[in-house]
């Protein structure tokens, strides 16, 4: 498929993130607006194009000076600084915009002093200005800012997978199916972009391409273990270990070898610690999913045996009622891989069946916070769209009003 089609048609889908742009320049009379928008997505997330449309449009707006869009993966920082405040004060227009692709590349280098330098001796000025739009495009949420100012000003919002929904005016007015391609990409743009040029891709083809693209350059052992992170919704080091029959072992050099592997992982972006959770995931749940698929189709065997040893391993940990609102997702999501071979009402009939088994452990649990994380499954829609798959709306909702119940109880 050519590429405009493709840039064409995503932005179809990303006219909401389009329009917290002008949402913002709309705000930019009032006291303290957002002044640094960060757009985050994975790798093939649609991120440039993005940023290119976003540029058009500030353009065509008649009080907006662009002052250029530059790629941080291909530019030095060194006299950039001033190289662009002073692009930025030639402009006449009421406000000004500039638009900065790429920017995590200046964290690939762990001590950031390139990313901490542009800060200090750009983006601070910029929002001391007032006046000035700063837009940025990352493969991360960008977090790490250090001055108060900016971080105060700053605003993040992911390029997730796309939903059904938006994949339908992707499509709109095309001859392939809406819910075939969903289900075939999980919504990632960029494996949809490689399917809508193969029409005649299977599940396997997908996930095949998707294993490659993101973890073909990877050393071997950190694409297995890369892969095998892929089978949790959260994960840590000792479940990795686990599921590779390392378990047992207390060798400190076997230690450091997974965290090098979480390491690498993590400086590419593919997965983060989630402090909230105290657990790693992945960054984008499309690619997780579509990598978690090539390993249950090119292991089946291995992949059933790690969902078990998964399922007994949250279950333990689920015992405790003081962790349970951030365990809860994972446990019921490993119960219903046990039996991923039957249907969905059999799965979410299994899972019932246990949530009901484990009540006694979870007297003084937050019911609340267990409620809100299963019912938004860790704040992660996609997700959420795979536990609906597996289990079905209809034990969704009935486990949802089993922790009602219970919280009921504990309450009366």
């Not at 840039?7 to 006219?15: E, F, Q, V």
């Not at 350059?217 to 479940?239: H, M, W």
């Not at 292991?299 to 009622?321: L, N, P, T, V």
Request: glycine share 6%; net charge neutral.
């Amino acid at each position: 498929m050519p590429k405009t089609t493709h840039s064409n048609t995503l932005m179809a889908s990303r006219l909401n993130l389009a329009d917290k742009v002008l949402n913002a320049l709309g705000r930019m009379a009032n006291d303290a607006p957002p002044l640094l928008l960060v757009f985050w997505g994975s790798r093939g997330s649609g991120k440039t194009t993005f940023l290119e449309e976003v540029k058009k449009r500030l353009s065509a707006e008649a009080d907006v000076g662009v002052a250029g869009l530059w790629d941080m993966g291909k530019t030095a920082v060194k006299g950039l600084p001033s190289k662009i405040l002073k692009s930025v004060e030639r402009k006449k227009e009421t406000y000004k915009a500039v638009i900065f692709d790429n920017m995590d590349a200046l964290l690939k280098d762990p001590s950031g002093r390139d990313f901490f330098d542009l800060e200090t001796n750009l983006i601070l000025p910029l929002v001391e200005r007032g006046d000035t739009l700063i837009i940025v495009g990352s493969q991360l949420e960008l977090t790490q800012w250090q001055e108060y100012d900016v971080r105060l000003r700053q605003e993040n919002y992911q390029l997730g997978p796309l939903s059904l929904d938006e994949v339908q005016d992707m499509l709109k007015g095309g001859k392939v199916e809406v819910e075939t391609v969903h289900n075939l990409t999980f919504g990632h743009p960029k494996v949809m972009e490689e399917y809508l040029a193969h029409p005649k891709w299977k599940k396997a083809d997908a996930a095949r391409f998707a294993s490659k693209y993101f973890l073909g350059d990877l050393p071997a052992e950190t694409r297995e273990i890369a892969q095998i992170a892929s089978l949790f919704p959260a994960f840590n080091v000792y479940i990795l270990k686990k599921s590779r029959g390392d378990g047992n072992s207390e060798d400190d050099g076997l230690l450091a070898r997974y965290n090098g592997q979480i390491n690498e992982l993590t400086r590419r972006w593919i997965i983060r610690f989630d402090t909230e959770s105290g657990a790693y995931r992945f960054t984008d749940n499309a690619v997780r999913r579509l990598l978690a698929l090539d390993y249950a189709l090119k292991q089946s065997k291995r992949f059933a045996g790690i969902q078990h040893i998964a399922a007994d391993y949250f279950e333990e940990e689920a015992k405790s009622a003081a962790f349970l609102p951030q365990l809860i997702v994972s446990a019921v999501y490993h119960q219903a891989q046990t039996v991923r071979a039957q249907s969905p009402d059999k799965r979410g009939a299994h899972c019932v069946k246990w949530v009901r088994s484990m009540r006694d452990h979870w007297n003084g649990a937050n019911w609340k916070q267990v409620l809100q994380k299963w019912e938004s499954a860790d704040g992660d829609p996609g997700l959420k769209d795979e536990i609906l798959s597996l289990i079905g709306e209809k034990y969704h909702k009935k486990i949802a009003a089993m922790f009602s119940t219970y919280r009921e109880e504990m309450e009366a």
